[in-house]
């Protein structure tokens, strides 16, 4: 049986981190597109010759050719400007935008089969942007946000109470930007809510920092984060190359539920051979939902900024 054939679209620190994790995890063939000539045939390179040691069989290459992405069962893109100090992501709306139009329109030519996960910031616009260029089903074309943001939410709980990851279970919903929403009233720490474990205004600080947590690693490295984005998207595509079915919180195109019509937000799916093939709705406490309709309408002001660099719908 042929292996399946991954294209990632940028080489930068997420995109060479994607690489890597398809080759420990036995993914399938990798190809590493970037438009720096030398960048992405290195980090092949350097990812091929590991494969002795891993153990390893996958094909890994590098190119500046899109034509090398043919037949691609999935794409993960993550083309574009990276935040600096001081940026927001929507600081990175134009320039991002542009790029997201090539990156587009080069996968609907060259994989128009693929199921596409956009990771490029900021991210509502830029999975809107893949949406509309490539014209691709709904089901196949889905943002990574939520899988991200939900775990560091999950994170900071684990570091408050001093246990595993693994027993703490959150979700964040709406856009990946500064009023994405923690969902209080669904984090549970082993069945537990954890508002009978952490205090309210311990838990608003956790909360702050979910929505600060990009920004607070820009500042740290003064570049965006990449080790947890490209896991993230890791987690998304093996769901779907292995028909997992699994429920995950992406940035997914509503037409209806949670009373948003034409939008993608961050919101539970099933992801599963099909790609996203079921949006889920749960109940929220009246403030939840109130901040979700402040997050949706910063999608919208968001897409609405971006039209002027979008081809019609």
């Known amino acids: 049986m042929a292996r399946k054939k991954i294209a990632l679209i940028g080489a930068g620190m997420i995109g060479g981190t994607l690489a890597h994790l398809c080759a420990v995890k036995r993914l ?113 074309v889905v943002g990574q946000a939520g899988v991200l943001d939900s775990a560091r939410y999950r994170t900071f709980v684990a570091m408050e109470l001093g246990v595993s990851v693994q027993s703490v279970s959150a979700i964040v919903l709406g856009g990946h930007g500064d009023d994405m929403v923690p969902v209080r009233s669904y984090c549970q720490v082993g069945g537990v809510p954890v508002e009978k474990l952490i205090p309210a205004a311990r838990l608003d600080a956790i909360e702050h920092r979910v929505r600060q947590a990009g920004g607070e690693i820009v500042n740290l490295l003064k570049t965006s984060a990449f080790y947890s984005p490209a896991h993230a998207a890791i987690l998304m595509a093996e769901a779907y190359l292995y028909d997992r079915k699994q429920v995950l919180p992406c940035a997914a195109l509503l037409e209806g539920e949670y009373g948003v019509k034409g939008f993608y937000v961050g919101v539970p799916v099933v992801i599963g051979g099909g790609g996203v093939e079921k949006v889920i709705e749960i109940e929220l406490t009246a403030a939840e939902r109130q901040a979700l309709e402040v997050s949706v309408s910063h999608v919208r002001e968001l897409v609405e900024a971006a039209e002027k660099f979008l081809p019609k719908a």
Do not use: W
């Open 28 to 140: 399938g063939d990798v190809v590493l597109f970037d438009v720096v000539e030398g960048l992405p045939q290195g980090k092949a390179l350097d990812l091929l010759e590991s494969g002795p040691i891993e153990g390893f069989d996958a094909s890994i290459v590098g190119t500046n050719a899109y034509a090398d992405i043919a037949g691609a069962d999935v794409c993960i893109v993550t083309a574009g400007l990276a935040r600096k100090p001081g940026m927001s992501r929507d600081d990175l709306l134009q320039v991002n935008t542009k790029i997201m139009n090539d990156v587009a329109t080069s996968i609907r030519t060259h994989a128009p089969n693929a199921f596409v996960i956009v990771i490029t910031n900021p991210l509502d616009a830029m999975v809107t942007a893949m949406k509309r260029i490539t014209g691709f089903p709904k089901q196949r």
